[in-house]
C-alpha cells in the first residue's frame, strides 16, 4: 500500500490527494504507532486546521489550537507526547497526510 504512494525523503505524502485512513494507519504503523481514536482527533484536527489557514502552526501554537478546539487537557504536551512520542506536530501531520511543517525540517 505505502509503495503506492509518493512520499518525501521524510515519509511525508508528496499529494495530500493519495491520503486515506488506511495510509494513515499504515503510515503510523511503519513508525510503530496503532492509531486510536485519540490519534484520529489530532489527526482531523490538524486536516481542519491546516484546511482553514493553509499552513501548519508551530509547535507551540499548535497546542494553543488544540486547547481551543479540544480542551486544555488534550492540548498539554504531556497528552500530545504520549500519543505521539516522535513529536505531535511533525507525527500528527504526517498521519493527516499533510506537509512536514517547516519547524520540523
Not at 2 to 31: C, H, M, N, P
Not at 71 to 89: A, M, Q, R, V, W
Not at 92 to 98: D, I, P, S
Amino acid at each position: 500500500m505505502l509503495s503506492e504512494v509518493k512520499r518525501d525523503e521524510y515519509g511525508f505524502l508528496q499529494t495530500r490527494s493519495q491520503w486515506s485512513e488506511s495510509i494513515a494507519d499504515a503510515l503510523a504503523l511503519e513508525d510503530g504507532l496503532k492509531l486510536s481514536a485519540r490519534h484520529w482527533e489530532i489527526i482531523r484536527f490538524s486536516q481542519r486546521y491546516y484546511d482553514a489557514f493553509g499552513h501548519q502552526p508551530n509547535a507551540r501554537l499548535f497546542g494553543q489550537a488544540i486547547k481551543k478546539s479540544l480542551g486544555t487537557e488534550k492540548g498539554s504536551s504531556i497528552y500530545l507526547y504520549t500519543l505521539f512520542p516522535k513529536g505531535p506536530l511533525k507525527c500528527a501531520n504526517k498521519y493527516a497526510g499533510l506537509p512536514i511543517p517547516p519547524s520540523c525540517i
